[in-house]
Every structure is written in structure tokens, then in C-alpha cells.
């Protein structure tokens, strides 16, 4: 995460922030959406799944680069959707870089809701889970295989 | 006469909690009133039997309560009671009248199926399946340049000879805007085509009257105007409806039944196979009478006038962009927006913890969302008559929080 400078405009919003009942809304949370991390395409050979929240428009494209190892070394994302939906990607794509394909299997829906920080009400389940339910179709891949970049 | 929200309010039990609750997504579903409660609950508690089979009193009572709701629905949309067919919602009516039609032999391979490019899933896909099912091309009436309307210039070019369907809503339900079906009906009549229309985002918002449109089928649902969940109505025309077969095979629907066939009755029971939502259709009877005691002229004007209101006020705000009909005569009471940089489910979620209900994403119609208008969904406010201008200041004051909350970061 960023620094900040605790400027005067940023305490009124902090304190916005703060009585506000936008628990869903945390710093981090906002700051991955705005600046995500790793959403780039990779070019190297690697393996790719998209995962689509139809109900509200969500949509990603998580890549993996794994090693012959099946170590993750790199990870990056392409989509577009809500808050929620982009910096989860955002945060997944830093999270599993190192890991191998054992510790990516034994990654659960509650790991996602701890990494993201915040309380998931039932109606943003499927944005807090979309960049897992990627990775739960990339596990199912064979990983070391090269796909066609689809964006659609 | 004006509709008073204040005293409206005091009919749905839902207002009566205390803390404010500006419900402005009554296109997705409308509150219920108490009276439509009380019948609905009359039913189960006093007189719950099946209809037209029990020879006891609560029996008959419920086969008579079950068909004054189908005269008073009748009634309420210029109609007669034999062409009512009560149904799940509208959803339901739609698949039913695709299997009605395909089932009688109303189309074969190679004829054109017209309907529009702002449609519900509800309408389209039961024709797209239809369309695949028959060799059938399925032809989109596309939307005027920079406009929300429907491209009426063209209708002539897709309206043919060919065409044996013609598939239209009333009122969209992403950008409120009204069609002008009694001109597609008009077109359609001249080469002899069916007219199909889905009344769903109108019907109790605005006047409709069957024989105004034009249509030989009108359907919808009756949870968005303040009836039950699960029944709706299909509309057809008597004269069409006794050639048609029954789309749902069951119990109900015969005259005589042997191991190898069955004989159907006339309409409208042969389209009601299977028990009913007896309960659902009574509360739809009582939703109704409520709507006409209130007048459906009144509610349209001040549904209408919030929505001017809301879409006025929205344009306002800095980023905001309201994706709507603005010719208020033209709109049914539904005002669609984006605000940039932040994703409409954001917004709601925001709008949702300040007690204002909306809703975001694409509506049930994606072609219109992503496509016709390019977004890749969009926040709406729906106006119902119990909404006030205080619901419109609580939804302006939530996205302009909202947009503080995001622009901090988007710097």
C-alpha cells in the first residue's frame, strides 16, 4: 500500500470515512480499485481464465505464469467491474506470486474475504469471488500450457 | 386528482418502520399494499381449497374468489375475463405463448420473427430459442441515433411479408421509455404478423389498455405493480386464442383424456394446466382495485413528474450521466445513470447502506445496456406513487458520498 501524507482535505474524508457505515469501502480496498496492481497482459507463456459476474456486469481475466516447478512467477489480470470485484483481482495477483499450484488449491473463499479486509454482505459475494473463481478454473487446467489470449 | 405519497405510505406496511427507507426500485419489484395482504391471508386462513373441483362451501368460495380476481384483471386492462390467463409472471407467459404459438404451427423454417434491440431477457430469449429451434430470423428494430427511443424509421424495412411474429414491449425497464406499439401493431397487421406485447414495466404505472395497443397478446407480471410475486397474466385475443394449443400440458386443461390422447377445454382454462397461485391471482384482484382507487392516470403523473425531477436533479452532479427518456410525457417513471469512475453496483452498494434502494447492472436486458447504449451496466431509480422528492434528495446526497469516497483514490 501507498503512503500517505495526511493532508487537511484527506482527515475530512478520512472522517467521512470513518462515521460513515461504508464498511465495504476501506482505504486499501479503494486503493487497489483506483490503482490496481498487475493488471497487464503476460506475455510469456502461461495459463488464463476469465470469470464473469452476470448479475452486475463484473468481468476478469486472471493470467498465471507458472515455473516447471508450478510455481506461480508471475500473476496478472485484465477486467473491468466494481470496486470490489477489481481490487480483489488486484490483491490475488499479489498474493499468489511464489506460491505453487498446492498452496493455490488449498486457498479458500474465507483467505479472499481476509485478504480484501472487509465485511462481504451475501450481495457482493460473487464480486469479492470473482478473481477466485478464475483461479479455481485455472487449477482445473493443465498449467504449464500456452492459451490463446481471450478477452471475451 | 394527485396522489399524496405521504398517505399512500401509510398502505404498505414496509413504510411503517420507523426509519426512512427511500425505495426506488419498485421496477424490479413493487411493495405490497395491506389490502392485497389481508386477501391473500383471508384465503389461507378462511376459505383455502382448490378452485373448480371442491363441492363445499370454502370451495366455492375460493373458485369464486379466484374468478372475480381474472374480471377484475380483465377489467383493469380493457379486456375480456375468458382472454385472462393467469400464469407465474411474466417470464412464464412469455415461454408459454412461444410454445402456444410453435406448438400450433404458427411459424416454419425461413419466416422473420421482429422484435427490439431494448427488450427483457424475458421476452427475448424464449423467441431466440424459438427463432433456433424453427430456422427462424430474429430481426432487432435497432434504437434512434443518440437516443433512447426506437428507430421508427426503419420499421417498414423490418416489418415484411416474411414476418409472422412481432415482439415489442410497452415500456422499457432500463430507460422507462414508452413505445409507440399501436404504430408497430399497425405495421404488423399489414402483412399479417402476430403482435406480441410485454406490458410488464407498465402495466400499473401508466394506463394500458389492450385494445389501444393493438396487440393480440399482451403479458406481464404482477409483482411490480403492487401484487404478489409469482402470477402474472397472458393476454390473447379470444378470436386467437381458440385456434392456439396449450403451451403446458397438465391437469385442469381437459374435456376427456384416454391412454393415447386428451381433448382440450375452451379458453382461457385449457391454458391453465395444473393447480394455480390461488392465492397469488386473488392478491393480484385486490393489487387492482387498490391501483384503480388511486387512479393509474394519477400514479403515471406522479411517477413521471420524480422521474423529471430525479433525472433533472442527477444531471447536476458533476460525472453523473442520466441514460433515460427525458421527454417526461414518454417516460413511465424510471430514471437509468451512470457516475464516473465508480461502477453502478458500487454506487448502490453505497446508496443501499443509506437506506435508498436501487439497483445496478444490466436490467435483464444486455443487448440494450452493453450494445445500444455501451455501458457496461447502469444504476436506476424506479418512481412509484409512494415515493416523495425526499427520496430524490436522499439518492443525490448518496452519490455525491459516494463520489467522495472514490475520487479520493482516483487521483
Known amino acids: ?32 480499485n483506483a490503482h490496481p496492481h498487475n493488471k497487464r497482459v503476460i506475455e510469456v507463456p502461461h495459463v488464463e481464465a476469465e470469470a464473469r459476474n452476470a448479475s452486475c456486469g463484473d468481468r476478469g481475466v486472471l493470467m498465471i505464469a507458472f515455473n516447471e516447478g508450478e510455481h506461480v512467477i508471475d500473476a496478472a489480470f485484465q477486467g473491468e467491474g466494481c470496486a470490489v470485484s477489481q481490487a480483489g483481482l488486484s490483491m490475488l495477483t499479489d498474493k499468489i506470486k511464489g506460491m505453487n499450484a498446492e498452496e493455490l488449491k488449498l486457498l ?38 500456452k492459451e490463446p489470449i481471450c478477452l471475451h | 386528482m394527485k396522489v399524496n405519497p405521504e398517505s399512500i405510505k401509510k398502505d404498505f406496511p414496509i413504510f411503517l418502520k420507523g426509519q426512512p427507507f427511500a425505495y426506488l426500485d419498485t421496477a424490479a419489484t413493487s411493495q405490497t399494499p395491506q389490502v392485497v395482504l389481508d386477501v391473500m391471508d383471508a384465503y389461507y386462513t ?10 363445499y362451501e370454502v370451495g366455492e368460495d375460493a373458485s369464486k374468489a379466484y374468478d372475480d380476481a381474472r374480471v377484475k384483471v380483465a377489467r383493469f386492462i380493457g379486456a375480456e375475463s375468458h382472454e385472462v390467463i393467469f400464469t407465474a409472471g411474466a417470464t412464464a407467459s412469455s415461454n408459454m405463448l412461444v410454445s402456444m404459438l410453435e406448438y400450433s404451427g404458427i411459424v416454419k423454417e425461413g419466416d422473420e420473427v421482429v422484435t427490439t434491440a431494448m427488450e427483457h431477457h424475458a421476452s427475448l430469449i424464449p423467441l431466440q430459442e424459438l427463432a433456433k429451434r424453427n430456422d427462424l430470423d430474429l430481426k432487432h428494430i435497432p434504437l434512434a441515433e443518440d437516443s433512447v427511443a426506437l428507430d421508427y ?29 399501436a404504430r408497430i401493431s399497425e405495421a404488423a397487421h399489414k ?16 394506463s394500458v389498455d389492450v385494445k389501444t395497443l393493438g396487440a393480440d397478446f399482451v403479458y406481464f407480471s404482477g409483482h411490480k405493480m403492487c401484487g404478489p410475486t409469482g402470477i402474472g397474466v397472458l393476454w390473447g385475443r379470444a378470436d386467437v386464442l381458440k385456434k392456439l394449443q396449450p403451451g403446458v400440458y397438465g391437469g385442469g386443461i381437459v374435456e376427456e383424456v384416454t391412454l393415447a390422447r386428451a381433448t382440450y377445454r375452451g379458453i382461457p382454462e385449457r391454458f391453465e394446466a395444473g393447480t394455480p397461485n390461488i392465492a397469488g391471482a386473488i392478491g393480484l384482484g385486490a393489487a387492482v382495485g387498490y391501483l384503480e382507487e388511486v387512479g393509474v392516470e394519477n400514479i403515471h403523473e406522479h411517477s413521471k413528474a420524480l422521474a423529471d ?35 453502478p453496483h458500487d454506487v448502490a452498494d453505497i446508496l443501499g447502506k443509506e437506506g435508498v434502494a436501487i439497483r445496478a447492472g444490466h436490467h435483464c436486458a444486455m443487448p440494450l445496456v452493453t450494445d445500444a447504449l455501451g455501458v457496461p451496466a447502469v444504476a436506476r431509480a424506479s418512481f412509484y406513487f409512494y415515493n416523495t422528492p425526499e427520496d430524490i434528495d436522499a439518492l443525490v446526497r448518496g452519490i455525491k458520498k459516494a463520489q467522495e469516497i472514490f475520487n479520493n483514490f482516483s487521483k
Open chain 1, 1 to 32: 500500500m501507498r503512503l500517505f501524507v495526511v493532508s487537511k482535505r484527506r482527515k475530512k474524508f478520512l472522517t467521512i470515512l470513518a462515521n460513515s457505515m461504508e464498511e465495504l469501502y476501506k482505504e486499501n480496498l479503494l486503493d487497489h
Open chain 2, 153 to 181: 424509421s426503419v420499421v417498414e424495412k423490418f416489418i415484411t411479408d416474411k414476418t409472422k411474429i412481432v415482439s415489442i414491449m410497452l415500456a422499457s425497464n432500463v430507460t422507462g421509455v414508452i413505445n409507440e406499439v
Open chain 2, 309 to 343: 425531477m430525479a433525472a433533472k436533479l442527477l444531471e447536476e452532479i458533476p460525472g453523473v450521466r442520466v441514460i433515460a427518456e427525458r421527454d417526461s410525457l414518454k417516460n413511465v417513471g424510471i430514471v437509468s445513470f451512470v457516475v464516473k469512475g465508480i461502477h
Open chain 2, 191 to 206: 402483412v399479417g404478423a402476430l403482435v406480441i406485447c410485454d406490458v410488464t414495466a407498465a402495466v400499473g404505472h401508466m
Open chain 2, 46 to 55: 378462511k376459505f383455502r381449497a382448490n378452485i373448480h373441483r371442491g363441492l
Open chain 1, 108 to 145: 479458500s473463499p474465507g483467505d479472499i474475504y481476509t485478504m480484501l479486509g472487509v465485511q462481504i454482505s451475501p450481495g457482493r459475494v460473487n464480486c469479492a469471488l470473482l478473481g477466485y473463481e478464475a483461479l479455481e478454473k485455472i487449477l482445473k487446467k493443465p498449467l504449464r500450457e
